[in-house]
Structure formats: structure tokens, C-alpha cells
């Protein structure tokens, strides 16, 4: 089985698993045994640009990857609401505001910092064991409880037209960008909605590390990556001791000085081998990479 990551720059119109699934049979095929797939952090279909997918072992750092920064480039709408609060949904209501650069500035600050932040009902939380898209889309009452989230940093990079405009978002995993258009629309006395979406960050894999879809499936094994992509910003800790080295992947904890306090990555003969720990000076791996 192969290991490693598959950086897709995702184009509008697939679901992530749909492109999970396709990653994993098209590595089947050109390995001529079966492959596991999982993505490290859904985008919604009709979004676009940075989606990563662990290979083989490497499925098995989704928890290290889910509290990284990302950034998103998106187009909001002024004006009106949607049921899905992005451009695929049905207009549930319209105003006759539309604010201006100066007063969508002005606004920006008050979006910034910790907060809870309530999902979108079209979104695949679950909800009772059932995702809450498909509640909403059966007229169900959808009931969600506002979630904590963190902006970094919101810009308006683009005036689109006197209703639309582009912003580049800076944020915590878990925040729904079609959220952060109805709460700014909210903060200036209107109403908004996403237009699109382009993930330009996720956690170290930036878009210029992506290939598309097409461009993977038509030489698979070759856009296979290391996952030192996702585990460059961890602490790193090289393992030269060949007993040690035995005990430690025999699950035995061991003794050794100069550990990071931290969660860091194990390499053995410049291979990552492990996300590892530091227990009161003992070294003690936590997931397997190989």
C-alpha cells in the first residue's frame, strides 16, 4: 500500500469524497492492489482550490491537521439571502441596502477574533446521526448549536460591482465562510450570501502545491507526496540509536534527553515514522506512519 499525500486543487461541482474516491481508485488501478483515501477537511461542492487527501498510513494524521489555519478567497452578495447562504440556494429574502467599500471596512474589524458562529442548516454536520443537509432539503427542522471559530484576518481585496465583493479570510478550521457572509451582511444592516469560495491554505499545502483532478488521474503514483507537507510546522526529532529505535516501534517508551515538549514527528534514517510525545522524558510514539 502506498503512503503519503495527494494536494487536489478541486474544481466546483464535486463533492470532496467524490474526489476521495476517485484518487483511491485511480491508485488502485495503477498499483494493481487496493488503496486507502481519506481528506484531511471537506469542501463544500461547489467550492474550490486546496483539498488534501492522506494515502495509505498518512490517513491516519486527519486529527494532527484539524486545527490549522486556513485561507479562503470568496465573493459575497448584498442584498439577499439564500437558504444555503451560498449561490446554489433558493433566495428566501431581499433588501434594498447595498454598502458601500467604505462602510464594508468599516465593518470588517468587528469579524475579527474568537466567537461562536452558527453553521449554515445546509451543511453535513450531523444532526441525530443524520447529516443536516438532508434534513433541511426534507423541510425538517434543523437545529445546530453555534460552534467556537477563529478570523484571523479579513481583507477586501476586489470590488466586483455595487452588490458584490471579493474578501480573502484568514480562520480556524470549523468556519463556514457562507456564515461569515450572513453575519457581515448582519453586522452592516443587510443581507449577504456566498457567491464562491477558493481555499487558497490549508494548515502548510498552499494552492501552488496542488495539481488538478485531471492532471493527477492521468499519472496517479507521480503526485504522491511525502506527508512532511502537512508536518513541516511540527517539532522533529531524529531517532539515531538502533535499540532504542527497536524498543520504540515495539511500543515501549524510552529514555531520552533534549525531546520536544510537544507533539513532534519521529524520523528514523530521514523517514517519518510516527507522531510521537514526550511523556516526563520518555519517548513514547502516538500514531504509526509506516
Given at each position: 500500500m502506498m503512503n503519503g499525500v495527494v494536494c487536489i486543487n478541486k474544481k466546483s461541482g464535486m463533492?470532496?469524497?467524490?474526489?476521495?474516491?476517485?484518487?483511491?481508485?485511480?491508485?488502485?488501478?495503477?498499483?494493481?492492489?487496493?488503496?486507502?483515501?481519506?481528506?484531511?477537511?471537506t469542501l463544500d461542492p461547489e467550492g474550490m482550490g486546496v483539498l488534501v487527501i492522506g494515502i495509505g498510513a498518512s490517513t491516519r494524521l486527519f486529527d494532527y491537521t484539524l486545527n490549522k489555519k486556513k485561507v479562503y478567497r470568496a465573493a459575497f452578495v448584498?442584498?439577499?439571502?439564500?437558504?444555503?447562504?451560498?449561490?446554489?440556494?433558493?433566495?428566501?429574502?431581499e433588501c434594498n441596502f447595498f454598502p458601500d467599500?467604505?462602510?464594508?471596512?468599516?465593518?470588517?474589524?468587528?469579524?475579527?477574533?474568537?466567537?461562536?458562529?452558527?453553521?449554515?442548516?445546509?451543511?453535513?454536520?450531523s444532526v441525530g446521526g443524520v447529516k443536516a443537509y438532508k434534513l433541511a432539503r426534507q423541510g425538517k427542522e434543523v437545529d445546530l448549536a453555534p460552534r467556537p471559530i477563529e478570523i484571523y484576518d479579513i481583507k477586501l481585496t476586489e470590488k466586483i460591482n455595487d452588490r458584490e465583493y471579493e474578501f480573502l479570510i484568514t480562520c480556524s478550521s470549523g468556519t463556514y465562510i457562507r456564515s461569515v457572509a450572513r453575519d457581515l451582511a448582519n453586522v452592516l444592516g443587510t443581507l449577504g450570501y456566498m457567491k464562491y469560495i477558493i481555499r487558497e491554505t490549508s494548515g502548510t499545502v498552499k494552492l501552488s502545491n496542488c495539481v488538478t483532478?485531471?492532471?493527477?488521474?492521468?499519472?496517479?503514483?507521480?503526485?504522491?507526496?511525502?506527508?512532511?507537507i502537512v508536518l513541516k510546522d511540527y517539532p522533529h526529532y531524529d531517532l539515531k540509536d538502533k535499540k532504542s529505535e527497536d524498543k520504540v516501534l515495539n511500543g515501549v517508551k524510552v529514555a531520552i534527553k533534549d525531546l520536544p515538549n510537544d507533539d513532534f514527528v519521529l524520523t528514523i534514517n530521514n523517514v517519518n515514522v510516527a507522531i510521537a510525545e514526550n511523556i516526563n522524558g520518555y519517548l513514547k510514539i502516538k500514531t504509526r506512519l509506516i
Open positions: 463533492t470532496s469524497s467524490d474526489v476521495v474516491v476517485k484518487v483511491r481508485n485511480a491508485l488502485t488501478k495503477a498499483c494493481g492492489e487496493k488503496q486507502k483515501a481519506g481528506h484531511f477537511g448584498f442584498g439577499a439571502e439564500t437558504d444555503t447562504l451560498d449561490a446554489s440556494g433558493k433566495i428566501t429574502n467599500e467604505a462602510e464594508i471596512k468599516n465593518a470588517l474589524g468587528k469579524m475579527i477574533g474568537k466567537q461562536m458562529q452558527m453553521p449554515p442548516k445546509y451543511s453535513a454536520l483532478l485531471d492532471e493527477f488521474l492521468v499519472s496517479p503514483q507521480k503526485y504522491v507526496q511525502s506527508n512532511e
